[in-house]
Each structure stands twice: as structure tokens, then as C-alpha cells.
């Protein structure tokens, strides 16, 4: 499993974020590498914007990229940029949408992940973020 992060986030998130991919590497290194792991795709008629009352909205449109129609079995990781992380899982592909409250108005760096997972530790993504500022 190998996933960089680069976006201007504070401090605390950033290392949130580096312990929790160091804890997953560390958790996936026990696994083989993922044999035929496909890659949907996130649409640009994706839309993540700020919504009145401190919060945020994602609507992601995936693609099936070099998945199969038939293949089964994908996760969205949705990151508000806040710390908190949330993850659907799916048999088939399906759109995304969720929405964010936050605790202070600010800007946020949003990431969304649309990933095929066939097993535990072995998944292939794509992603998608913007910059919102909410009040």
C-alpha cells in the first residue's frame, strides 16, 4: 500500500493523518500484494462545496475507469479536513453523498477517495479535493 498525502493542512491534522497511514502500512504489510486491483474514476461533475451552518457537502460521481461493470466491491473515504475521516463501503458502484458539520467556521481542505477494495488491505483509488470555506 503506498498513498501520499501533500495539502496545506494544520499541523495536529497532519499528524493524525501520517499516524493513521503509518498504522495501516504497518497493518498491511502482512498482506500479498492485490492480484488484478482496478481503478474507478470520480467524474469532474463531481461537486464538493460549503453549505450554510457551518457545514459541507460531497456528491461524487464515479466512473468505472479500468473496473469492470461486473466487479464488486468499492470504498469512499470522505476527509473533511477536520480530522474526521468517513468511510462507505459499496458492492457496486454507486454515487456519493454526504454532508459535514464542522465545530468552527474556517477553510478546509475536503478530500474524497473512490477506491476499489477486493480484500482487506488492498485497495486502488482515485481522488478528488477542494478548498471550502465555511461560516
Not at 502500512?25 to 502482512?30: I, K, R
Not at 456528491?59 to 468499492?74: A, H
Request: proline letters at 7%; one cysteine or more.
Amino acid at each position: 500500500l503506498s498513498l501520499s498525502l501533500s495539502l496545506a493542512l494544520p499541523s495536529q491534522v497532519m499528524f493524525r493523518a501520517v499516524v493513521f497511514l503509518a498504522a495501516l502500512a504497518l497493518a498491511c504489510a502482512q498482506y500479498p500484494p492485490c492480484p488484478g486491483a482496478c481503478t474507478p474514476t470520480i467524474d469532474s461533475r463531481t461537486v464538493i462545496e460549503p453549505v450554510p451552518g457551518l457545514k459541507a457537502t460531497a456528491e461524487l460521481l464515479p466512473g468505472y475507469g479500468s473496473c469492470s461493470t461486473l466487479y464488486r466491491g468499492y470504498q469512499i473515504y470522505m476527509h473533511w479536513g477536520d480530522g474526521v475521516v468517513d468511510t462507505t463501503t459499496y458492492q457496486a458502484m454507486l454515487p456519493f453523498q454526504g454532508t459535514h458539520t464542522y465545530f468552527t467556521g474556517g477553510t478546509y481542505n475536503i478530500t474524497a477517495y473512490y477506491c476499489s477494495f477486493p480484500q482487506v488491505c488492498c485497495n486502488s483509488c482515485s481522488s478528488i479535493w477542494k478548498e471550502v470555506t465555511v461560516s
